[in-house]
């Protein structure tokens, strides 16, 4: 049986677990993942899931959700697996969970742009108090190790021409700008977790996520990714109103989540970027490769001013250094032109889904 009707998805999870990892230090365990409808976190809990349907290794998964009613409609393939329980409450506030706990996978955060700007203070409590919240949980279980979902917004500005950023490269933020409570509250969440890997003893891992794309990824989600993938689906052209030339890693759900997994299973520094080098694109040419997903429909990529399509800068913006995962073996393996393809393919098979 498929852990997950999806079959992009499914393929996928086959993909992660296929990675020569060392999956049996997971047999037995008790994981909590929060945020767990969010396109990173519920693969998070979809690769459990899929261990125990591959291996039978007796995991037991938490996914600790805010919105039910979401959770319900996105996570309905798992809801009734035995070894699934889905748990309805603010990381904000203090969580009681009975029972051994052995790993935290903190992937609960407001990563919608849109939300840094109309709801600043819920943004900021989910990494400051969930933080707080689930190590202190860590501490009270004896858990042997705790995951930050982190972001590369904790580097701030950087110095001009830089094109790769790597995991000691901080740069300045304006920290009186609202907007920063989710660069500030991440920054805050990763010092939470390294003093208590210090004082508690909680081995702590934080991976610093690029620009991840996929399936999961909300069409209303407000990033380019998610707004050029609602073009392709919707069947409408790609318009810009920039040049388009800012620059990104643009890496596939599945390489990240696994590379979460080799920061987990097999790493010893604390933190890890885990980003695609090869994705490194400006926003032009990522729209222009979604253009090419469905070429059979005719999609044009549009410049609103027409001076902006001429002119082009290619050296705005950064990407992350994944190195130090690398070294831990880790390699994206899903290029980008195929990874848009599996966003939009399991884009449209939801909506069909939905009929």
Not at 157 to 177: F, K, M, R, V
Not at 318 to 338: E, F, I, K, M, N
Request: with cysteine.
């Amino acid at each position: 049986m498929p852990t997950v009707a999806s079959p992009v998805v499914e393929g996928d999870l086959a993909e992660i677990l296929d990675r020569p990892l060392p999956w049996e230090q997971l047999r037995g365990a008790r994981v909590l993942v929060t945020g767990a409808s969010g396109m990173l976190p519920s693969y998070a809990v979809y690769t459990l899931l899929a261990l125990n349907d591959r291996l039978d290794a007796g995991i037991t998964v938490y996914g600790l959700v805010r919105n039910e009613a979401k959770a319900r409609a996105l996570l309905a393939d798992i809801l009734d697996r035995p070894d699934f329980t889905l748990l309805v409450q603010d990381v904000s506030a203090a969580i009681d969970l009975d029972g051994p706990l052995d790993y935290v996978i903190h992937g609960a955060s407001a990563a919608r742009p849109s939300l840094h700007g109309s709801d600043p203070v819920g943004t900021i409590k989910a990494n400051l108090l969930g933080s707080f919240n689930l190590l202190n949980l860590c501490v009270a279980k004896a858990s042997k190790g705790f995951v930050l979902m982190s972001s590369a917004e904790v580097y701030g500005a950087q110095p001009a021409g830089t094109e790769l950023i790597g995991e000691q490269s901080y740069g300045g933020l304006d920290i009186l700008n609202p907007r920063a409570c989710y660069s500030e509250g991440k920054r805050a969440a990763e010092t939470i977790s390294a003093v208590y890997q210090a004082q508690h003893g909680i081995t702590c891992r934080v991976v610093r996520f690029g620009h991840i794309y996929g399936p999961g990824m909300a069409l209303d989600d407000g990033r380019v990714q998610a707004d050029f993938a609602a073009n392709v689906v919707n069947g409408t052209d790609i318009v810009l109103n920039s040049d388009g030339s800012a620059v990104r890693t643009y890496t596939y759900v599945a390489d990240a989540i696994a590379g979460m997994f080799y920061a987990l299973l097999l790493g010893t520094d604390t933190a890890y970027n885990v980003a695609d080098a090869a994705g490194l694109v400006a926003i032009r040419d990522l729209a222009a490769l979604f253009t090419q997903v469905r070429p059979e429909r005719g999609l044009r990529l549009i410049f609103s001013n027409a001076a902006d399509e001429r002119v082009y800068n290619p050296s705005k913006g950064q990407g992350l250094d994944s190195t130090r995962l690398a070294g831990l073996g880790w390699h994206a393996s899903v290029d980008l032109p195929t990874g848009l393809d599996r966003m939009v393919t399991a884009l449209e098979f939801d909506r069909a889904q939905l009929g």
